[in-house]
């Protein structure tokens, strides 16, 4: 398959940026993204030219570093799935098709299609834990937890931090990341403890990192590529009210 | 060189306690005296900096992901072993360090192995308290499954993301340390070298991935938590970034690497599609406890699977090793593939492969309880192959996955060098030569959360607290980094790194993959320094060093393989038997087994560098056997 590429091409946060067109021939339509990437990247640097910095590691969609926008999408056109695990068939032979960073003021841009995430990590250090010494834990057995509970808690838990939620709100909203974790510790005993300690501060925590706020129009679910439910966003706010009020 | 193991006096089971008793503790009120710094933070890397600043030391932590959350731990699939013995199916402590000391095949250290056994317990018990969502039963306590090389279910699991969760729960404890400015968090470093001072491990150089700036960092104590190397071969079920740079830096520095020929290649991955792939994708080892593997007994088979009646397939699994089964260990099932692969019997295209097979087990169980138990894996497979396996039955390929060698560690998981600690898949202590399924996850946590926490407290009580700053040999190892940086970029060449990684990757399972014999080992010694010559005068590795730049950070990655592949291959020839993963042509019983030489070759073989261009040093560590008697390691 052949395909034309737009791409976003950037050399650092402080240079302007622009859209950069390559061809990308003879690629198999059982090659991922990355993959296909890969083949233009090698033609360039045989040339001499600097290849299209991106961030991809794992490859089977689970380690979160990919962080693509395609054709308006983040990660594109596949349902629940990174760019990682997008493959060429799901495009038409010879199509045009534009790539671009995930884009939002709290993910500053490293290079290219790559950006800095770590704005993530500090809403997670602001109380995305339970205060557990290693030792200080009971046996594991004697914590029983409904088996619906723990399902709701893993399908919350799933959350692989890419920000594709964040890319894909008009306000640049990091809700649908906050509330997975907040809903995953709030559905389990062994969260009870810092329930709306931890609700307040998470939440205080993106408001600062510069995040925007929610208006209910479901986009980061629909582009989340492990599906996690906005349901969890309305499970935050009542939780935060709840503190707010109580406090 | 000495090689010391340190392994405590006294009966098996009581050695730990005893060793712990035995240990100097640093007083609460100095911990904070002391700098660590633990590179990597993954499962061993992440619990190991938590557990650490939780005791009160000064914790540096690096990774070269841009989060702690996106090591490669992350993508592990199925489970995490335990001792729990929960099912009551007769599991025990030493059950599990029997299991593993055999599954091992006898050329691992036993009291590493029963020390582990141990602490496995704890693991789950904290990993439950952080809030890792482990899978339940309706009555709201956890549920087992079995994995390879175990007749009892002993395996924790999180549907087919237990990574995921087991590294979120310890990236959750580090990040608590974090915001409590108990750690400080180094992410997109990656280290270029370890720094040595008076013979002690004093720091790192590190290059700052986003600006290339090249930093020297001082510490009374170093980890390394970096990781396997089985991205040696190219293609393999490891994250693209895995690599073998941090830990061949400190081999090169005088840690000794020990079993570096010790691979493990994993039975259930998706066969190859094409040249550029970029990676293989593995089918969770716990598909085979519902999954049955066959081959068509007819050489090139043109039938569909659906197609071969009952009595034209072969399981070979079921019919070579009755009481293991489908279950049989790693090794042996990816052999066994390979070599009806051999026989003609493959299936799919390019006929590297096998079928796993739900047909029966869809029919006994149904469709919804296949679903609810590998439903992420059966859409991941038809995403990647566009075939339904609830209709046709997947076929899979070994692929290279794991690498039991690492640094050597004592006891103490303390390197050859005083003060370098090495953990998790990094280190070459408990696995022996072959690891048995779902216990990395277990290694790597027991090493972070409660093994080094201990015994780094005996090495720090013993040297001086006072401050410690970067110094002359800092500066030194700085300026080396530098000039391999400026070397990388200015040879201006014509090929990729990639194109070179490719041809190393594929000269090595061709050579020193799954079968190898002394012949082909030798021609790849020959074969592997001039693929290195040819890339130091014609690599091109474009743009500057002074910004982001991922050819350069590759490059330093594959030159680094381009030597130490050469390691394993020696590692290879030397060891003259077949044990687990290290199959030797030459060395197999009459039916196709391999052949160990406990008389010559029961022992680790730790290499020491002795300089560029030189022969490495073999030094043995002799293996003793106490417990578990040597046996031959039958799953028949
Ligand atoms: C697909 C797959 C599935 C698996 N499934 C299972 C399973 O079900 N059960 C099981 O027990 N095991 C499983 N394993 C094995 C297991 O996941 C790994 O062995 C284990 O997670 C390794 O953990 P680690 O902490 O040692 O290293 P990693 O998780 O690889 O972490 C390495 C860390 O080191 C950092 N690093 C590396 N080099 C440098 C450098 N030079 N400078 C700075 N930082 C550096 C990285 O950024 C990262 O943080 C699986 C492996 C794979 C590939």
Redesign the interface.
Same mark, same amino acid.
């Given at each position: 398959m052949n395909f034309t590429l737009h791409v976003w091409r950037q050399k650092n946060v402080d240079s302007p940026g622009q859209m950069v067109i390559y061809p990308a021939r003879d690629i198999s339509p059982d090659s991922s993204f990355i993959e296909m990437i890969d083949v233009v990247n090698s033609g360039l640097a045989e040339k001499g030219e600097d290849p299209i910095a991106y961030e991809a590691d794992c490859l089977e969609g689970i380690c979160g570093c990919c962080s693509m926008t395609i054709n308006g999408i983040p990660h594109g056109p596949g349902r629940g799935a990174t760019t990682c695990q997008l493959h060429m068939r799901s495009f038409q032979d010879g199509e045009h098709i534009y790539i671009e960073p995930f884009r939002s003021a709290a993910f500053p841009l490293v290079k290219d299609l790559m950006v800095d995430r770590s704005s993530f990590d500090r809403i997670i250090q602001a109380g995305g834990f339970i205060s557990v010494n290693t030792g200080g834990a009971q046996d594991a057995n004697s914590i029983p937890i409904p088996k619906d509970d723990a399902d709701l808690a893993f399908d919350a838990a799933q959350c692989i931090g890419c920000g594709a939620c964040v890319a894909g709100c008009k306000n640049g909203a990091a809700m649908l990341f906050t509330a997975a974790k907040v809903a995953q510790l709030a559905r389990l005993p062994q969260g009870q403890p810092e329930r709306y300690r931890r609700v307040v501060h998470m939440v205080e925590t993106m408001d600062n990192e510069g995040f925007g706020s929610c208006t209910n129009q479901y986009e980061c679910e629909a582009v989340c590529p492990k599906e996690i439910s906005v349901r969890y966003i309305a499970e935050m706010n009542r939780d935060y009210i709840k503190a707010k009020l109580c406090k | 060189m000495e090689l010391d193991s340190k392994i405590p006096s006294g009966p098996i089971a009581d050695k730990w306690t005893k060793h712990r008793f035995e240990m100097k503790l640093v007083n609460p009120a100095n911990k904070r005296k002391y700098d660590v710094i633990v590179v990597g933070t993954g499962l061993a890397g992440g619990?190991a900096a938590?557990?650490l600043a939780?005791l009160g030391y000064n914790v540096h932590a690096f990774c070269f !992901?841009?989060?702690? %959350?996106?090591? !490669?731990s992350?993508?592990a699939q199925g489970g995490i072993n335990a001792a729990?013995n929960?099912p009551n199916d007769g599991d025990s402590i030493h059950r599990l360090f029997y299991d593993t000391v055999k599954g091992g095949d006898f050329r691992s250290r036993e009291a590493n192995v029963h020390r582990l056994a141990e602490v496995s317990v704890?693991i789950?018990?904290?990993?439950?308290?952080?809030?890792v969502?482990?899978?339940?039963?309706?009555?709201?306590?956890?549920d087992n499954r079995s994995f390879g090389g175990a007749q009892v279910s002993r395996t924790f699991y999180? %549907?087919g993301?237990t990574g995921?969760?087991l590294l979120?729960g310890a990236?959750?404890?580090l990040? %608590?340390q974090?915001?409590l400015g108990k750690v400080r968090?180094h992410?997109f470093k990656e280290m270029l070298d370890l720094v040595v001072v008076d013979g002690h491990a004093k720091g790192i150089i590190t290059r700052d991935l %986003?600006t290339g700036k090249i930093e020297s960092h001082a510490a009374h104590a170093v980890v390394l938590a970096t990781g396997g190397y089985s991205t040696v071969f190219f293609l393999s079920t490891n994250?693209?970034?895995c690599n073998v740079t941090a830990g061949y830096r400190a081999h090169r520095r005088g840690a000794a690497f020990a079993n570096p020929c010790y691979t493990q290649i994993h039975p259930t991955c998706i066969p190859q !599609?094409?040249d550029?792939?970029?990676?293989l994708?593995l089918m969770s080892e716990s598909l085979r406890n519902d999954g049955r593997v066959w081959v068509p007994k007819k050489p090139n088979d043109p039938r569909r699977a659906r197609d071969i009646p009952e009595a034209e397939r072969d399981y070979y699994l079921e019919r070579k090793y009755p009481s293991f089964g489908n279950l049989a260990p790693r090794d042996i099932a990816s052999r066994s593939a390979k070599e009806a692969c051999d026989n003609g019997l493959g299936v799919g295209s390019s006929k590297r492969g096998v079928y796993l097979d739900f047909r029966d087990s869809i029919s006994r169980l149904g469709k919804d309880a296949i679903s609810a138990r590998y439903g992420n894996l059966f859409d991941?497979y038809q995403?990647?192959t566009?075939e339904n396996p609830y209709e046709v039955p997947m076929r899979i390929y070994p692929a290279p996955h794991y690498t039991m060698g690492g640094l050597w560690v004592d006891y103490n998981l303390m390197s050859t060098i005083p003060g370098l600690f090495v953990i998790g898949e990094a280190n070459f202590s408990d696995h022996g030569a072959n690891r048995l399924g779902a216990s990395a996850l277990m290694q790597g946590l027991a090493d972070g959360?409660?093994v080094l926490?201990y015994t780094i407290g005996d090495y720090l009580a013993r040297i001086p607290s006072t401050p410690i700053t970067a110094g002359s040999e800092h500066a030194a190892a700085a300026s080396e980094v530098t000039k391999q940086t400026e070397k990388l970029l200015s040879i201006?060449g014509?090929?990729?790194?990639?194109?070179f990684h490719r041809e190393l990757g594929m000269l090595m399972l061709d050579k020193c993959g799954m079968a190898r014999n002394e012949q082909r080992l030798k021609e790849a010694i020959e074969q592997i320094p001039a693929i290195r010559e040819e890339f130091w005068e014609n690599v091109?590795?474009?743009?500057s060093g002074a910004?982001?730049n991922?050819?350069l950070e590759k490059a330093g990655r594959v030159a680094d393989y381009l030597e130490f592949a050469e390691l394993m291959c020696r590692d290879a020839l030397m060891r003259n038997e077949s044990c687990g993963g290290h199959f030797r042509e030459e060395y197999q019983t009459a039916d196709g087994e391999a052949l160990r030489d406990d008389e010559n070759y029961c022992f680790a073989g730790a290499w020491e560098y002795t300089g560029k261009g030189n022969s490495p040093k073999l030094h043995r560590e002799p293996l003793v056997f106490e417990n578990v008697p040597l046996a031959i390691r039958s799953y028949k």
């Amino acid at each position: 398959m052949n395909f034309t590429l737009h791409v976003w091409r950037q050399k650092n946060v402080d240079s302007p940026g622009q859209m950069v067109i390559y061809p990308a021939r003879d690629i198999s339509p059982d090659s991922s993204f990355i993959e296909m990437i890969d083949v233009v990247n090698s033609g360039l640097a045989e040339k001499g030219e600097d290849p299209i910095a991106y961030e991809a590691d794992c490859l089977e969609g689970i380690c979160g570093c990919c962080s693509m926008t395609i054709n308006g999408i983040p990660h594109g056109p596949g349902r629940g799935a990174t760019t990682c695990q997008l493959h060429m068939r799901s495009f038409q032979d010879g199509e045009h098709i534009y790539i671009e960073p995930f884009r939002s003021a709290a993910f500053p841009l490293v290079k290219d299609l790559m950006v800095d995430r770590s704005s993530f990590d500090r809403i997670i250090q602001a109380g995305g834990f339970i205060s557990v010494n290693t030792g200080g834990a009971q046996d594991a057995n004697s914590i029983p937890i409904p088996k619906d509970d723990a399902d709701l808690a893993f399908d919350a838990a799933q959350c692989i931090g890419c920000g594709a939620c964040v890319a894909g709100c008009k306000n640049g909203a990091a809700m649908l990341f906050t509330a997975a974790k907040v809903a995953q510790l709030a559905r389990l005993p062994q969260g009870q403890p810092e329930r709306y300690r931890r609700v307040v501060h998470m939440v205080e925590t993106m408001d600062n990192e510069g995040f925007g706020s929610c208006t209910n129009q479901y986009e980061c679910e629909a582009v989340c590529p492990k599906e996690i439910s906005v349901r969890y966003i309305a499970e935050m706010n009542r939780d935060y009210i709840k503190a707010k009020l109580c406090k | 060189m000495e090689l010391d193991s340190k392994i405590p006096s006294g009966p098996i089971a009581d050695k730990w306690t005893k060793h712990r008793f035995e240990m100097k503790l640093v007083n609460p009120a100095n911990k904070r005296k002391y700098d660590v710094i633990v590179v990597g933070t993954g499962l061993a890397g992440g619990s190991a900096a938590a557990t650490l600043a939780e005791l009160g030391y000064n914790v540096h932590a690096f990774c070269f !992901h841009g989060s702690p %959350r996106r090591a !490669h731990s992350i993508a592990a699939q199925g489970g995490i072993n335990a001792a729990k013995n929960y099912p009551n199916d007769g599991d025990s402590i030493h059950r599990l360090f029997y299991d593993t000391v055999k599954g091992g095949d006898f050329r691992s250290r036993e009291a590493n192995v029963h020390r582990l056994a141990e602490v496995s317990v704890n693991i789950i018990d904290q990993c439950v308290a952080q809030g890792v969502p482990f899978a339940r039963e309706y009555g709201g306590l956890l549920d087992n499954r079995s994995f390879g090389g175990a007749q009892v279910s002993r395996t924790f699991y999180a %549907r087919g993301q237990t990574g995921q969760q087991l590294l979120l729960g310890a990236y959750s404890a580090l990040s %608590r340390q974090i915001g409590l400015g108990k750690v400080r968090m180094h992410v997109f470093k990656e280290m270029l070298d370890l720094v040595v001072v008076d013979g002690h491990a004093k720091g790192i150089i590190t290059r700052d991935l %986003r600006t290339g700036k090249i930093e020297s960092h001082a510490a009374h104590a170093v980890v390394l938590a970096t990781g396997g190397y089985s991205t040696v071969f190219f293609l393999s079920t490891n994250a693209k970034g895995c690599n073998v740079t941090a830990g061949y830096r400190a081999h090169r520095r005088g840690a000794a690497f020990a079993n570096p020929c010790y691979t493990q290649i994993h039975p259930t991955c998706i066969p190859q !599609h094409g040249d550029h792939q970029a990676k293989l994708t593995l089918m969770s080892e716990s598909l085979r406890n519902d999954g049955r593997v066959w081959v068509p007994k007819k050489p090139n088979d043109p039938r569909r699977a659906r197609d071969i009646p009952e009595a034209e397939r072969d399981y070979y699994l079921e019919r070579k090793y009755p009481s293991f089964g489908n279950l049989a260990p790693r090794d042996i099932a990816s052999r066994s593939a390979k070599e009806a692969c051999d026989n003609g019997l493959g299936v799919g295209s390019s006929k590297r492969g096998v079928y796993l097979d739900f047909r029966d087990s869809i029919s006994r169980l149904g469709k919804d309880a296949i679903s609810a138990r590998y439903g992420n894996l059966f859409d991941m497979y038809q995403r990647i192959t566009d075939e339904n396996p609830y209709e046709v039955p997947m076929r899979i390929y070994p692929a290279p996955h794991y690498t039991m060698g690492g640094l050597w560690v004592d006891y103490n998981l303390m390197s050859t060098i005083p003060g370098l600690f090495v953990i998790g898949e990094a280190n070459f202590s408990d696995h022996g030569a072959n690891r048995l399924g779902a216990s990395a996850l277990m290694q790597g946590l027991a090493d972070g959360y409660f093994v080094l926490p201990y015994t780094i407290g005996d090495y720090l009580a013993r040297i001086p607290s006072t401050p410690i700053t970067a110094g002359s040999e800092h500066a030194a190892a700085a300026s080396e980094v530098t000039k391999q940086t400026e070397k990388l970029l200015s040879i201006d060449g014509k090929r990729s790194v990639d194109s070179f990684h490719r041809e190393l990757g594929m000269l090595m399972l061709d050579k020193c993959g799954m079968a190898r014999n002394e012949q082909r080992l030798k021609e790849a010694i020959e074969q592997i320094p001039a693929i290195r010559e040819e890339f130091w005068e014609n690599v091109s590795v474009p743009g500057s060093g002074a910004e982001l730049n991922q050819q350069l950070e590759k490059a330093g990655r594959v030159a680094d393989y381009l030597e130490f592949a050469e390691l394993m291959c020696r590692d290879a020839l030397m060891r003259n038997e077949s044990c687990g993963g290290h199959f030797r042509e030459e060395y197999q019983t009459a039916d196709g087994e391999a052949l160990r030489d406990d008389e010559n070759y029961c022992f680790a073989g730790a290499w020491e560098y002795t300089g560029k261009g030189n022969s490495p040093k073999l030094h043995r560590e002799p293996l003793v056997f106490e417990n578990v008697p040597l046996a031959i390691r039958s799953y028949k």
